[in-house]
């Protein structure tokens, strides 16, 4: 059961797509106070309450004993104390013994979220503008709620099957030769590998649209090249459009009247990788429709994903702020015995990027009306998405588009997936970011991965490894690095062997991760979930942080440490291990639920299939267009008859129908044996 | 067996206590090459090789797959990527089935360290001058090969019984009120205290060995009040000293001639806390002399322990790095299309502190001439401690001393402790502390600790919880905050009678845990070991990272997790398990080698005593002085005769002799039983 409580005059965000009536009274759970336009939600915890959700932010998937901001931020740093990343996910199931009940404040501004850190018995919910449509789901189970809220916020974006393949990116591929060059270390040496992303390098100027001519002399045939090599070439949008007269986006956006505007109605201009840039307003549906547009030249050339960046939207700086930042200078210089103003200067001009001040500097034009920015900040990220989406569907009806995001709001989910930033080469990053896919699942971003090997900083080859075997288990598998950090391509590292062969394992699930995710998106499941949501009357399941479970047979366990070999895992029922270290060669153990230490050397990795259940491979491949799916493996601890119900599709038609795509194989098990052959 | 190398011409750091001629050949186990001035060091590892050692660094207690560089730093984002903290201790065990060696770097500039960050399988160690001696030990176990680098660096400093009590702290308790308070506070709930901490809020404008006489208005009268009530003042005294004429200090260093030079012979000034300082030049005797002198007024007036800081030494700016900084300002002012330039802009204000262009700016005038500071560096936080400690046994010859430094150099362990430095409040840094503990005490350093709850950022109830139970074992058990950041002294917390439970323990334990800790010093034993060290043939042991032995007979496995109700912990041979949740309120459970899931709630943690082994509580007390030891429970697992040698001393003679203060304790065990009562 839904029900709204509608506070102030809510901004529509576009995250709900049942219309619902505004409930009486007060919401359930909770104690709703207001201070000034403020909105503050209480409510007193029991020691073993936990919270689930909040989507994409650091620490644990249970949130609780930390305070988090839903404020869209370009934050490089995902260190543990981070309020806020790059998008706002305000869904929570609150869960404890004979309770569940989920709840979603709706607002596009600043919330707050003290899950009990100021009192750890307490969590504190405040909306700063106080105008929001709160949500309130009950239901049977953890599972249910998260289902019932993907009803009320539409199903999630199927990406095209090709999505799902191992794709290698990094800031800094400049051109065709560039490219054909990773493509060449990887088809020479059997890593699989479907698509090469790239990064602002391609542009002119950091031009969006634009592709740098004397790099990529013939952009639709180099396209094709790619394509006969089954490689997509996957390119960058930023939001900002470079202030220049005579580059055409901007000369049409200017025409249009597109840009967001400071108060005194001239654009609202700040900087970015191009410069000076003015801002498609998202917010106006006009503004969508030319800025969807632009993407067809791309589409044209042959271009079938796209991902979209610094959308929250990140600045670096106005020059309102940088006036500001030089006199402070300038002031310092004058009085050195300041020293804790010395000690802020290098906060003065760090801290210019994504300003609070600046975002209190420019307005929308909405069909409800202007609105300042700050208002609205968290939605801008998901307007850009939808803009994309629409402009991509009404140029090509008729396929399934590739499309992730940085910055989200819930809705976006229904438009494309995301990733999870600008993450760094840190163990404690592959921790994090299994921990973020379940809160990013519940808020329906099914399509979600890290870059795998970490975005800034020098990875090592064993980190890298690690990362990867995550990966393989993740909707998108991109290996992704910063400028100016260490080339990690796999290729790159003495022990590429054990890594490519990481990948083949991803190759070899392939049809069984894609059908899984079809499942899940087609059934408003997710994909992957806290063992919590499976095993609710297990108190030890409840509280496992270091592992999943995926799809409806399947759980991992990565290894997150330096110089490991081995971990815990806590199963809670029985599974057989397929302990991996390629697409053809692992092991398989059966284990009962309880404890266990596996022994697992660097390039091993384990999956745990439920008794009774099984999982397949396929031969595998170097693409995704060339698996054998006809005859499959299939993996299990059976001992009676057992069935799976398979989802396949052509991987690219639009609106997917579940029953269309289900063909049931069925094997008959029988103890000690784990391995059958069966034809599709 | 130790065996010397001697490359270029060695600076004397006063690591080393014996006298050996450096022998011919190359050093066994690397090979060695040289570029320009740096001489480097190879060598190819096995894959089950690991490194233990350097200290005072982050990551693991297996070293291996990072790059570390030995360069005193005031650090405060100890971050897993951190190649460098406060301290070089450049002493490594490496160690696989069948090969044990310890190697030890003697030089005190800068070393880097990469341990199979390059390339997994090599470890490059680089000595960027050239000038240093390699000491090589062979033994027959990493224990011996520890034991055998304490005898050939000499013994580890023994502080006072008292400063193995609970000590409080913040940078901000400004004067007698607001001490006596937190003072109050600890006494009317029963919270135990020893000691209470001032940081640099103390001084005169944060002048060295001054107070401020509005917050003091009578310092010796306070110090005795707070004696009465058995608190011990322990302030804080940075390496700067201002300059600033008519200033006590700073009027007799110019007198005598102490301070750095610059090339032209004017003294070397920069900025830290004070403003403009000069620095001791502690490589200088005469210096040192004239600095320890100025610690006996405050002993004078009673103080009797210190800790001495920003000792890297930490320098905010110099003049030179200023001007360059605001002529880079400038021309970014008047460039504001270099986008990159202007990013920088922020680092290049943040980046003046400690900068290596201001290190080559200064000399040291030592009895081996003159030296350029940048090929020294890592020795002067070392020269401090040893300045203090010889000025405070010039005035007490006969009484121990409490002192703990910031930065260290192998040697300043027979001066004094250290303490970790300014770590956050970060879950990550409880697993961080533990991991520091063993690498110290392979140093040296016995006596030390990290700040409890977190120095920098916000702490919260249940990681102060959590930070406590390891402290309970940890020599130095200080809880400290920085300025801005949320109170956390226990009181502070809804929870605080179960942390007040929580150091009950340690006072409980207090008796036991000196023990132990004496036997180490005194033995040349580390306090504090990675399992491998004690069960090398045990492939799991080995690989253990979040647990430690402490002592002869226990095993602690602490709880840094958020939201954790128990860990994993495995057991290399039988012990008892003491499930503490105050000082007189445990479980005892015998666990069976092998590994387990302990169920902890938030005010529980684990001691593990070996079978056949037992440990002791006292009644406990309130302040160490208090605590009656003469009658004692032991707790073991025990089935026949059981003894035990307790260490016992007046707590503050010098030169405690191991043998006068042993006494047996003996017990008959039985199957069953797990709790005998002993009189001393």
Known sequence: MIRKYTFGTPFPTGAVVQSLEAAAGEVPFFETGREGEKVIFRRTMTPEEMIFGLGENVRGMNKRGHLYRAWNTDMFNHSENQPSLYASHNFLIFFRPGQVFGVYFDDPGLVTFDLGESHGTEAVITSENGNLDVYLLEGHSARAIAREFRQLTGGSYTPPRWAFGYIQSRWGYAGEEAVRAVVENHRQRHIPLDGVCLDIDYMVDYKNFSWKPEFFPDWKAFNGEMKERHIRLIPIIDAGIKQEEGYAPYDSGKARDVFCKKEDGSDFIASVWPGMCAFPDFLNPEARE????????????????????????????????????????????????????????????????????????????????????????????????????????????????????????????????????????????????????????????????????????????????????????????????????????????????????????????????????????????MYFRPLAFDYPQDGRACRVEDQLMLGEDCMIAPVYEPNAVGRYVYLPEDMLMIRFRSGQDYDLEPLEKSDHYIALGLHEFPLFVKKGRFALLCGGGECTEELDDTRLTALGWVEGPAQYELYRDDGVSVNPQLEEGLTTLQLQGEAGKYVWQIDR
């Open 290 to 525: 030319w800025f969807g547009d632009l993407y067809q030249p791309l589409l044209e050339e042959g271009i079938e994903g796209f991902w979209n960046d610094m959308n929250e939207p990140a600045l670096f700086f106005t020059e309102d702020s940088l006036r500001e930042g030089f006199a402070k200078a300038e002031y310092q210089r004058q009085h050195l015995d300041d020293y804790e103003g010395m000690w802020a200067l290098g906060n003065v001009f760090s801290g210019m990027a994504n300003n609070p001040a600046d975002y209190r500097r420019f307005y929308h034009q909405t069909p409800q009306g202007k609105i300042c920015h700050d208002q609205v900040h968290n939605i801008y990220g998901a307007g850009m998405t939808h803009a994309t989406a629409e402009g991509i569907r009404r140029y090509q009806p008729d396929r399934r588009y590739l499309l992730f995001s940085r910055s989200s709001f819930i809705g976006a989910h229904r438009d494309g997936g995301v990733w999870q930033g600008d993450n760094f080469s840190w163990w404690s990053h592959i921790k994090m970011a299994m921990q973020m896919m379940p809160g990013l699942n519940m808020s329906g971003f099914l399509f979600s991965g890290c870059d795998l090997g970490g975005f800034g900083m020098d990875t090592t080859e064993d980190l890298l490894a690690r990362f990867l075997q995550l990966g393989v288990f993740t909707p998108l598998m991109r290996n992704h690095s910063a400028l100016h950090t260490r080339d990690q391509e796999i290729y790159r590292f003495d022990s590429w062997e054990g890594m490519r062969d990481t990948v083949t394992v991803r190759y070899a699930l392939l049809p069984y991760l894609y059908s899984e995710f079809m499942k899940a998106a087609l059934r408003d499941e």
